[in-house]
């Protein structure tokens, strides 16, 4: 007691930090406030998050409002960006590091500890032993040891005495640092995590089909500098057959660095483009508010065999299909064609789902027929005459919408787990083994006395002390 009264503010501070008891608490405060942050969607509009509480808790409105309101002078809705979780991942990696080094300098010496010769008392004292006799010669059984050991994957030392010989061996001292091990990996992740949280950010970025960007965008609009520009080629979606449902979406990107293209890659959702720590993915899409006043009409038209032209219009335009004298005048658009039960065609939606163009075609001043080209009805293509004029594309009307990442940090957070992995392996699965062999010659028999030790997995071990015994008794046998 009165030792404990004398210890300096410092010593009450490590034995402070040093305890297993505030490891769990601050683990279950960081669990706790990750729970709270996982329910609120971060750095969200605010109805998003009053839309989950009420869900959620059956709250009001106003109450719901006013518990974000709370929850948000917090820091909960940016809550891996706040003071007092980064103080929570200190205290915890500070933990995590006085509890290694206060415990560490003991295993260390047990690491460091060659196995030595026990006295016949300490081994028949231990856990792990079997006690038998063989006849003969205590040389000729220790080259039975010897070989038996060796195949069950120990490389004996030798002592000879008056009690006669010994043999011993260790193996897998070194696993004892396998929680240690665990300890860096965790430091490690909580150094990645972060770097990740101060220096990078998620973003999002809206890229129209043909334009280029140079920033993304933070929450409420904030815009952040991407170091290079980033045109958006083509973006296409492919819908399920008969169907508004989208199957796939896929953009076409091109990373521009000081005016030169640099990079090209197409990208899906799961199969981001990647370019100097900046992740780009796929993640939405929609129809741009100005894209009808700028997209370009993309249609392929032909005579009855004749030679295909591509060629690209505008709402209003006129063209004509080559080796005729049929002209076509582009005189509408819906991105979402359906007819009523009267024939009649209307749009159902702002959404690229069904986009059709209506064509007039007239033959020198005459008019031949018109209808609706369909992107995704072919037949909607075939004139009666014969030619065909197929719509490709509505190009420049959508956007692509992606998530912008960049976490300079994760490479340590993988090498962590990587270590981690490492760390638990040697800690669960691998422990410190000691065997002694112990030979006394008795009349005409030798004394065969083995004793074992284990950390750790003792079952694993018993059952090669069993196989060692078995081997040493059938080989002598078997020389016999």
């Keep these: 007691m009165e030792k404990g009264n004398d210890k300096t503010i410092i010593d009450k501070t490590w034995d402070l930090f040093a305890s297993v008891k505030l490891a769990v608490i601050i683990f279950a405060l960081i669990s706790a406030t990750s729970v709270v942050g996982t329910v609120l969607e971060q750095q969200a509009e605010p109805e998003k998050n009053v839309k989950v509480l009420v869900k959620m808790f059956g709250f009001g409105h106003e109450t719901a409002h006013s518990v974000l309101g709370t929850l948000d002078s917090m820091h909960f809705t940016n809550m891996y960006h706040s003071w007092w979780f980064l103080a929570l991942l200190l205290l915890f990696a500070a933990n ?173 959702v799961n199969d981001p483009l990647t370019f100097e720590g900046v992740t780009f993915y796929q993640s939405s899409f929609g129809m741009h508010p100005d894209g009808f006043s700028k997209g370009v009409v993309i249609v392929k038209a032909s005579a009855s065999g004749g ?16 080796g005729t004298t049929i002209e076509g005048n582009l005189l509408d658009f819906s991105p979402a064609l359906s007819f009523d039960e009267n024939g009649k065609a209307f749009t159902f939606a702002e959404q690229m789902v069904n986009p059709a163009i209506y064509v007039d075609f007239s033959d020198k001043g005459v008019k031949k027929y018109s209808g609706w ?11 009666p005459d014969g030619s065909r004029v197929e719509f490709v594309d509505l190009w420049g009307v959508q956007y692509t919408g992606m998530q912008v990442r960049k976490d300079p940090g994760v490479f340590l957070v993988y090498l962590g787990c990587i270590i981690m992995a490492i760390g638990l392996y040697m800690t669960f699965f691998m422990s410190h083994r000691r065997v002694w062999v112990a030979l006394t010659e008795e009349k005409d028999s030798v004394k065969i006395l083995i004793g074992a030790s284990a950390n750790k997995n003792r079952a694993s071990l018993e059952q090669k002390i069993e196989k060692l015994a078995t081997a040493i008794s059938a080989g002598h046998k078997g020389g016999k």
Excluded at 310 to 318: E, R, S, T
Excluded at 373 to 383: A, E, F, H, I
């Design 96 to 268: 995590l590091i006085i509890c290694s080094f206060d415990r560490l300098p003991r295993v260390l010496k047990i690491v460091k500890e060659i196995v030595v010769p026990l006295p016949l008392e300490h081994i028949e004292k231990m856990s792990i032993k079997k006690t038998f006799s063989q006849k003969g010669k205590a040389s000729q059984i220790k080259d039975l040891a010897v070989a038996a050991m060796s195949s069950i994957g120990f490389k004996p030392l030798e002592s000879s005495g008056e009690h006669g010989v010994q043999l011993f061996a260790e193996k897998g001292n070194f696993t004892r640092l396998g929680v240690y091990i665990t300890h860096l990996s965790i430091l490690i992740i909580l150094a990645g995590a972060i770097i990740g949280i101060y220096f990078g950010y998620n973003a999002f970025l809206n890229l129209p089909e043909g334009e280029v960007s140079s920033v993304a965008y933070k929450d409420k609009g904030v815009e952040i500098p991407l170091g290079f520009d980033l045109r958006c080629d083509n973006f296409e979606v492919e819908y399920y057959p008969n169907t508004e449902m989208p199957k796939a979406y896929k953009s076409w990107l091109t990373v521009l660095k000081n005016g030169k293209e640099v990079m090209k890659k197409s990208i899906v």
């Design 307 to 322: 030679q295909v032209q591509q060629l690209n219009l505008k709402v209003g335009d006129k063209f004509t299909i080559p």
């Design 373 to 383: 080209l369909l992107k995704r009805l072919p037949k909607t293509w075939n004139m």
